[in-house]
């Protein structure tokens, strides 16, 4: 079967390319001055705090790993040359997403029921 072309000017795809990058900069950017405001505000009341930290910083890590997925995928789109492979590429993508999400989801409810009893056993004693 012939490859269905995708022809995008190479002066195009290096203005995506450095959109994209540009882009990425900007979001590790903001995801470091959020990582240094949750560091912040670890400051206060301990005990419950302790594993809601160990939460947001879990939750935070979670988004950080889908966003670069995110960036790598726009990055490798921008190279596709032909429909077949950015079809490829967005099944790939989504794949590996969905399956990332069900790993996330099942460590985050671990790690809340965990948080969960030991502020529990915290009030009790």
Do not use: C, H, W
């Amino acid at each position: 079967m012939q490859p269905t072309p995708f022809d995008i000017p190479d002066q195009m795809r290096e203005m995506a390319d450095k959109s994209v990058g540009d882009a990425k900069k900007a979001l590790e950017e903001y995801l470091d001055a959020t990582q240094k405001a949750v560091a912040k505000a670890e400051g206060s009341t301990r005990s419950v705090q302790d594993g809601a930290t160990e939460v947001n910083r879990q939750a935070l890590a979670f988004v950080e790993e889908s966003v670069a997925a995110s960036f790598d995928l726009a990055q490798r789109l921008v190279q596709a040359r032909t429909v077949e492979e950015i079809a490829a590429l967005q099944k790939e993508y989504f794949t590996r997403q969905m399956a990332s999400m069900a790993e996330q989801g099942k460590n985050i409810g671990s790690m809340l029921g965990r948080v969960g009893a030991e502020a529990v056993d915290k009030a009790k004693g």
